[in-house]
């Protein structure tokens, strides 16, 4: 096996589980923490996990499909995506820019549907397939939720992740991304409206506090 990434409570290594390309993802033990509390953190999370990403493959959304669980070692044993990450086709500019935003749209109002919300909903994790279908990985972040107002925050971390990257074309990206979610998530008024509320405490906040504002 040999390391992909290392991130702040989890690994993630690329290996073969028999003789299929695998992810294994490893959540780690914090040194700092107390043994018995660090075991507990890393099991609840692992569990959540893979209890989210059983749900969208029961529900039918493309996210990697899961091996393994071994939960003893804290690690989730998954399909290794092969395909374009969607951020790097941003960059050169594809043509079907606009349609990959509307199907993001889809896939984050199905994920929505379930009372999930993925918690870093970036085109950095989002992977084009070879069969032009979109799968959403790393879902570290996610939640059990159906507050409209955890459901605005995934909306509100999409457009900043668009106006960080491409402000040139965020407004029509996420006009496309918004029309997609309307199709298939009821709520989506009131969430939008909820994700433009957060927009505005956040600059207020900042504001009082005398920080740059980056909403």
Known sequence: MHLIKKGAEAEIWYGRWFDLEAVFKIRKSKPWRNNILDQKIRYQRTLKEFKILYECIRAGIDVPFIFDLDIENFT????????????????INDKRIFEFCRNIGK??????NL?????DVTLSN??????????FID???AEFSNRIE??????????????????????????????GYAEVNS?????IEKMEEIKKRGRYVAERRKVPVYF
Do not use: P, W
């Not at 084009?128 to 279908?133: E, F, G, P, T, V």
């Not at 709520?187 to 969430?191: G, P």
């Open 187 to 191: 709520d989506y008024l009131k969430v």
């Open 115 to 119: 009372s999930i919300v993925h918690g």
């Open 139 to 141: 879902f570290g972040l």
């Open 150 to 179: 955890d459901k605005g925050i995934d909306l509100l971390i999409f457009l900043r992740s668009l106006e960080s990257s491409f402000s040139k074309i965020a407004k029509e990206c996420f006009n496309e991304f918004v029309k």
């Open 76 to 91: 989730i044993v998954m399909e290794y995506v092969k395909g374009k990450i969607i951020k790097e086709l941003f960059e």
């Open 107 to 112: 896939i984050t109002g199905k994920i929505h």
């Open 126 to 135: 989002m992977i084009l397939r070879d069969n032009n279908s979109i799968c």
